[in-house]
């Protein structure tokens, strides 16, 4: 792989923000040369993964610092892409175009996924105690370790759920006893307030009911309708009496 004229040894780079040039060469400095590569190394990294991202590429990225330390990348498997670029370059006499090899990689990709589907589902059987029978003690105390922590996850959120739901009731029933509280008050009120209303009505009834308090009305003797241009004769017959004669008073004329 050739890199520009630019990056060979002994050549410059001009920097932007004003830093002036700096010599490509290695560092002597032991400190400013850990300083540069840790710096380089992440944005070596940050470019394989903008480039695995923006252009939907499959990246591998492997760096060995001077002290022997390891730095990768990949975005799907170093191993496998090595795998792929070993197989892509393994025959060099039967040539396989990209589009073949790219068949090849997927092929294997779905045949990982589908043998990862079955054991998947063979798990699954195992958790409903079936198909256990083929196997080893092993194999058994290691199911029965995942279904005693499976239960165990599932009881704690159990109780969880079932310490919220009587929480929330209980805060429920509080409230609806205190609504229950206020009725029933509200109640005793009207209640006591009628009673007075009762007892009220009871004593003015009596009141006037009592001998010293009654009062009898007696209707007054209905009188002839007189015109006013005469006077009927019985009225000046001494004999007629409508009133007591100690109620009557001398007639003068004048």
């Keep these: 792989m050739e890199f520009p004229s630019e990056f060979s040894g002994g050549s410059s780079q001009k920097r932007i923000g004003g830093r002036g040039k700096i010599e490509i060469k290695r560092i002597e400095n032991s400190t400013n040369r850990q300083v540069t590569f840790c710096k380089r190394r992440n944005g070596l990294l940050k470019k394989a993964y903008e480039l695995s991202v923006l252009c939907d590429a499959e990246v591998a990225l492997i760096v060995f610092s ?22 892509a370059n393994s025959d060099s006499s039967h040539p396989q175009t990209v589009s073949e090899v790219n068949t090849q990689f997927y092929q294997q990709e779905a045949s990982k996924l589908r043998k990862h589907i079955r054991d998947i589902q063979v798990s699954n059987r195992h ?6 029978s083929d196997l080893n003690f092993k194999d058994l105390k290691n199911l029965e370790n995942k279904l005693e922590k499976s239960i165990s996850r599932v009881r704690s959120k159990k109780n969880e759920m ?12 509080l409230v609806q006893e205190i609504e229950l509280q206020n009725d029933n008050m509200y109640l005793r009120a009207k209640i006591a307030e009628n009673e007075r209303a009762q007892q009220q009505q009871q004593g003015s009834d009596h009141h006037f009911n009592m001998p010293g308090s009654s009062l009898v009305y007696e ?14 004769v019985n ?10 004669r100690s109620d009557h008073t001398a007639l003068q004329l004048v």
């Design 219 to 232: 209707p007054l003797p209905s009188q002839p309708a007189y015109d006013r241009n005469f006077l009927p």
């Design 162 to 173: 079932l310490f919220a739901e009587i929480e929330y009731m209980q805060k429920r029933g």
């Design 127 to 132: 958790i409903l105690g079936e198909g256990i």
């Design 235 to 244: 009225v000046l017959d001494p004999n007629h009496q409508p009133y007591s």
């Design 66 to 87: 001077s002290r022997g330390r390891l730095y990768e990348y990949a975005n799907n498997s170093v191993r496998a892409t090595i795998e792929r670029y070993k197989k």
